[in-house]
């Protein structure tokens, strides 16, 4: 599997800088205890100085990323430069949630024994290969998808590792406005059209909402039945403009159920967006059937 995430190490510090786990997917450690004590004086120094909001640092070409918990537990990744760093904060998180509650007593531990935590490399691995799987879907998102929130999933998140903070952090007003327009029922290119914003970042702010599983993604499939008179005699009601008539005609041989929004559009050489207009003029004249994208393909 092409790796999506991008990550090189990972690691867990105690207060003060005390390495406790320390995982690479390269099988060379870069993060040293010296960096490690290095970050951690960095961290210190932007928490005395009311910068908390310091995530992230360029080091040689690479990045680090790290949270940091109340008791000043420190999780670190090091990752490619270029790698989708609010993405990776969300996997870090998850990580760390999940590493706090395996080893909650070993943490408290005043000399912690690294071989302790050294079964928690298989639960990285299965972290890693959980995400990239959900990368896999989420990478080539197009504008035509329906994004369904789990409303659940969100309070629960909040609840236990206070998501919408850290959401808020990582997209402001743009990302509360994005998560309040998604009702099950709209598009990404319509909460972009609706929101006045960029599909590129409605979309960045789903793929993020999605890896963190508070959103569910279909993909929409248009349906217009064949040879139906009754259609015939809306589209001369409707009157619709001569392209928009002649895109129709080709398009509606495709728009059988099977084929998503993008791949008729690439199949008569034209935008999604320029297809996805003609369609929606036609109301309720055509059905969709939304198709849930999961990273196992379902039947349609």
């Not at 190490?9 to 207060?15: D, I, Q, S």
């Not at 990323?65 to 430069?81: G, K, M, S």
């Not at 959103?215 to 499939?221: A, D, L, T, V």
């Not at 207009?277 to 393909?297: Q, R």
Request: charged residues 30%.
């Amino acid at each position: 599997m092409e790796k999506k995430l991008k990550v090189l190490e990972f690691m867990v510090l105690k207060a003060g800088g005390v390495p406790v786990f320390h995982y690479s997917t390269e099988g060379t450690k870069t993060l040293d205890e010296l960096l490690s004590g290095f970050l951690s004086a960095i961290t210190s120094f932007a928490t005395e100085f009311g910068e908390k909001s310091v995530k992230s640092l360029t080091f040689e070409g690479s990045e680090l990323l790290y949270e940091e918990l109340p008791d000043n537990t420190l999780f670190i990744f090091l990752v490619e430069a270029g790698a989708s760093k609010k993405i990776l904060r969300t996997v870090l998180r998850d990580l760390a949630v999940k590493f706090m509650s395996k080893f909650e007593n070993e943490m408290k531990l005043e000399i912690p024994v690294k071989e302790l935590f050294l079964s928690f490399a298989s639960e990285v691995e299965s972290t890693f290969r959980y995400y990239e799987e959900v990368l896999l879907v989420t990478s080539s998102l197009s504008a035509f998808v329906i994004p369904t929130l789990n409303q659940k999933k969100l309070e629960e998140m909040n609840k236990t590792e206070g998501f919408l903070d850290a959401f808020h952090r990582d997209f402001g007003a743009i990302g509360t406005r994005t998560l309040d327009a998604v009702d099950g029922k709209k598009s990404i290119y319509e909460i972009s059209e609706q929101l006045g914003l960029m599909e590129e970042d409605i979309s960045e702010i789903i793929e993020y909402l999605s890896i963190s599983k508070i959103i569910e993604i279909s993909n929409m499939y248009p349906m217009i039945g064949d040879n139906d008179s009754r259609f015939d005699a809306y589209l001369d009601l409707v009157g619709l403009p001569r392209k928009d008539y002649q895109l129709l005609q080709r398009a509606r041989p495709l728009c059988d159920g099977n084929r998503t929004v993008i791949e008729i559009s690439n199949r008569l050489g034209i935008t999604g967006e320029r297809l996805y207009e003609v369609l929606i003029k036609l109301g309720d004249s055509v059905k969709w059937k939304y198709v849930k994208i999961t990273a196992v393909p379902q039947k349609k």
